[in-house]
C-alpha cells in the first residue's frame, strides 16, 4: 500500500511555498518556473523511489501501462514484452522484466505513462489540481539511469509540472517556437533549430520545474539515476468554447445550406464564398446566445472530468423487488430530453438514456424514497430491476437507510 495513502497533495502543495495566487498571475501561460526546495522529500506523498521499484517488481504490468523510450523514440511494444498462457487463455502485452531490465541498464529510459489510473495518491493530486484549475491533468512517471539521454528536444501541447522524485536531471530550455501550441499542433522536428537555451539546470529530489506548452526543451543525467513525474495540464482553450458555436450554427438554415456548385474548381467563386461567410457570420452574431454556448461548455467540461472509482466492497446484497432506496434532492439533477434521447444531469454529469425510460424517471423522482416494486409497470420487472441497479452505480440512487 503506498506510504502517501490518505494524505492530501494540491495545488497549493505543489507550488509552496509560493502562493498559487502567485503563480496564477506570474508564470501560468506565461513562463517557465523553477523551484529549489531543499526537502529531498517532498514529494513523498504521491510517489517515492522505493515505491515505484515494488510497482515495477510485482511483475503484473501490461503494455501501455509500461513503455521504453531511448534518445527520443519509443520501443515497439513486442521489443519487451510477451504472451502468457494461462490454460486456455492468452494475456498478450505482458512486460518482461528481464528485457526491461536489460534495456534500462543500456540506457533506455522507463515510462509509466498516466500512472495515476494505477497509483491512488497521483490520482488524488491529479483530481484535486485538475478542481482547482478545470483543466484536465494527468501524470507520467519516467525513469532513466545515468548518463543517458532521455528526450531529444521537442515541445507538448500541455503544459507540464516537472516533479523531481528521485536522483538528479539535467534540462535545458528553450524559446517556444509556436505560442501556447493547440494540442492538435503537436511538436515537428522537421525543420527545428534550437537557438541557445534560456534556462539551463539540473533538477535534485524536491524540486519543480513548470513549463507552458510551446516551451521545448531536453533532458539527461550524468553520473545519477533519475526519477520525475510530470503532471500535465491538457488545457480547455477558447477554440473549444467557439466549438459551441459551432454547433449553435447547425441550427440555422443558413449554415446548412451547400456550398456553391463546384466551389472548390472555379476561382471565381471565392469572393461568393467569403461574402457568404462574412454574411453568416452576422447571423451568427445576431442569433447565437453567447451564455448559452458558456454555458453548454461548461457542462461538457465538469462532464468529461475523471471521477475517483468507487472503492470495490465485498459485501453487496444486489437490489431486489423490495429494496428501499433513495432519490437525492429535486434540487439537485435536472431531467431532460436531447435528440430523441432521455437526459439526466446530476453531480456534474449528464447521462444519456433511451426515451423508453423517461416515465419510469420521472416516477423515480417524484419519490424520495421507493421501492421498485412501487414503481409503474412502464417497464417490465427484468428492465425495471436493471434500470434502477444502474442508477445506483452512478450515484444517482443509494441504498435508504
Same mark, same amino acid.
Given at each position: 500500500?503506498?506510504?502517501?495513502?490518505?494524505?492530501?497533495? $494540491?495545488?497549493?502543495?505543489?507550488?509552496?511555498?509560493?502562493?498559487?495566487? $502567485?503563480?496564477?498571475?506570474?508564470?501560468?501561460?506565461?513562463?517557465?518556473?523553477?523551484?529549489?526546495?531543499?526537502?529531498?522529500?517532498?514529494?513523498?506523498?504521491?510517489?517515492?523511489?522505493?515505491?515505484?521499484?515494488?510497482?515495477?517488481?510485482?511483475?503484473?504490468?501490461?503494455?501501455?501501462?509500461?513503455?521504453?523510450?531511448?534518445?527520443?523514440?519509443?520501443?515497439?511494444?513486442?521489443?519487451?514484452?510477451?504472451?502468457?498462457?494461462?490454460?486456455?487463455?492468452?494475456?498478450?502485452?505482458?512486460? $518482461?522484466?528481464?528485457?526491461?531490465?536489460?534495456?534500462?541498464?543500456?540506457?533506455?529510459?522507463?515510462?509509466?505513462?498516466?500512472?495515476?489510473?494505477?497509483?491512488?495518491?497521483?490520482?488524488?493530486?491529479?483530481?484535486?489540481?485538475?478542481?482547482?484549475?478545470?483543466?484536465?491533468?494527468?501524470?507520467?512517471?519516467?525513469?532513466?539511469?545515468?548518463?543517458?539521454?532521455?528526450?531529444?528536444?521537442?515541445?507538448?501541447?500541455?503544459?507540464? !509540472?516537472?516533479?523531481?522524485?528521485?536522483?538528479?536531471?539535467?534540462?535545458?530550455?528553450?524559446?517556444?517556437?509556436?505560442?501556447?501550441?493547440?494540442?492538435?499542433?503537436?511538436?515537428?522536428?522537421?525543420?527545428?533549430?534550437?537557438?541557445?537555451?534560456?534556462?539551463?539546470?539540473?533538477?535534485?529530489?524536491?524540486?519543480?520545474?513548470?513549463?507552458?506548452?510551446?516551451?521545448?526543451?531536453?533532458?539527461?543525467?550524468?553520473?545519477?539515476?533519475?526519477?520525475?513525474?510530470?503532471?500535465?495540464?491538457?488545457?480547455?482553450?477558447?477554440?473549444?468554447?467557439?466549438?459551441?458555436?459551432?454547433?449553435?450554427?447547425?441550427?440555422?438554415?443558413?449554415?446548412?445550406?451547400?456550398?456553391?456548385?463546384?466551389?472548390?474548381?472555379?476561382?471565381?467563386?471565392?469572393?461568393?464564398?467569403?461574402?457568404?461567410?462574412?454574411?453568416?457570420?452576422?447571423?451568427?452574431?445576431?442569433?447565437?446566445?453567447?451564455?448559452?454556448?458558456?454555458?453548454?461548455?461548461?457542462?461538457?467540461?465538469?462532464?468529461?472530468?475523471?471521477?475517483?472509482?468507487?472503492? !470495490?466492497?465485498?459485501?453487496?446484497?444486489?437490489?431486489?423487488?423490495?429494496?428501499?432506496?433513495?432519490?437525492?434532492?429535486?434540487?439537485?439533477?435536472?431531467?431532460?430530453?436531447?435528440?430523441?434521447?432521455?437526459?439526466?444531469?446530476?453531480?456534474?454529469?449528464?447521462? !444519456?438514456?433511451?426515451?423508453?425510460?423517461?416515465?419510469?424517471?420521472?416516477?423515480?423522482?417524484?419519490?424520495?424514497?421507493?421501492?421498485?416494486?412501487?414503481?409503474?409497470?412502464?417497464? $417490465?420487472?427484468?428492465?425495471?430491476?436493471?434500470?434502477?441497479?444502474?442508477?445506483?452505480?452512478?450515484?444517482?440512487?443509494?441504498?435508504?437507510?
Amino acid at each position: 500500500m503506498p506510504a502517501a495513502e490518505g494524505r492530501a497533495f $494540491d495545488l497549493a502543495a505543489l507550488l509552496a511555498p509560493g502562493s498559487v495566487e $502567485d503563480f496564477l498571475a506570474s508564470a501560468w501561460q506565461r513562463s517557465p518556473l523553477h523551484r529549489r526546495r531543499g526537502d529531498p522529500r517532498a514529494y513523498d506523498v504521491v510517489l517515492t523511489s522505493a515505491e515505484l521499484e515494488g510497482f515495477l517488481n510485482a511483475g503484473d504490468l501490461r503494455y501501455p501501462a509500461l513503455q521504453l523510450a531511448k534518445e527520443g523514440s519509443y520501443y515497439a511494444a513486442e521489443a519487451y514484452t510477451r504472451s502468457a498462457k494461462h490454460g486456455t487463455e492468452t494475456f498478450s502485452g505482458v512486460v $518482461d522484466m528481464e528485457k526491461v531490465r536489460a534495456e534500462y541498464r543500456a540506457g533506455a529510459t522507463l515510462v509509466l505513462p498516466a500512472l495515476q489510473r494505477l497509483w491512488k495518491p497521483l490520482r488524488g493530486a491529479c483530481e484535486a489540481i485538475e478542481a482547482e484549475l478545470s483543466h484536465p491533468v494527468h501524470a507520467n512517471a519516467y525513469l532513466t539511469p545515468g548518463n543517458a539521454l532521455g528526450f531529444t528536444p521537442h515541445y507538448d501541447t500541455h503544459d507540464v !509540472f516537472v516533479l523531481q522524485i528521485a536522483g538528479r536531471k539535467q534540462w535545458r530550455v528553450f524559446e517556444p517556437p509556436l505560442a501556447l501550441p493547440h494540442h492538435s499542433q503537436t511538436f515537428s522536428p522537421a525543420g527545428y533549430v534550437a537557438g541557445a537555451p534560456i534556462l539551463e539546470l539540473e533538477l535534485h529530489p524536491g524540486d519543480l520545474l513548470y513549463l507552458p506548452r510551446g516551451y521545448v526543451h531536453s533532458a539527461a543525467t550524468s553520473d545519477s539515476h533519475s526519477l520525475h513525474v510530470t503532471l500535465g495540464v491538457t488545457c480547455f482553450t477558447w477554440i473549444e468554447l467557439m466549438n459551441e458555436l459551432q454547433q449553435a450554427a447547425k441550427t440555422m438554415p443558413a449554415f446548412r445550406e451547400a456550398l456553391p456548385a463546384g466551389f472548390a474548381r472555379r476561382p471565381e467563386l471565392r469572393a461568393e464564398l467569403a461574402a457568404g461567410l462574412a454574411q453568416r457570420m452576422e447571423v451568427l452574431r445576431g442569433h447565437a446566445e453567447p451564455s448559452a454556448a458558456v454555458d453548454a461548455f461548461l457542462q461538457r467540461a465538469r462532464a468529461a472530468r475523471p471521477r475517483s472509482p468507487t472503492p !470495490f466492497a465485498v459485501e453487496v446484497v444486489v437490489i431486489g423487488w423490495q429494496t428501499e432506496l433513495a432519490t437525492p434532492p429535486a434540487a439537485s439533477y435536472r431531467i431532460g430530453t436531447e435528440n430523441g434521447a432521455t437526459s439526466l444531469e446530476h453531480d456534474g454529469r449528464k447521462l !444519456f438514456l433511451p426515451a423508453a425510460v423517461r416515465s419510469t424517471l420521472e416516477a423515480i423522482g417524484a419519490r424520495t424514497r421507493f421501492r421498485p416494486s412501487d414503481l409503474p409497470r412502464d417497464l $417490465d420487472e427484468h428492465a425495471t430491476l436493471a434500470f434502477v441497479r444502474f442508477l445506483e452505480g452512478e450515484g444517482f440512487l443509494t441504498r435508504a437507510r
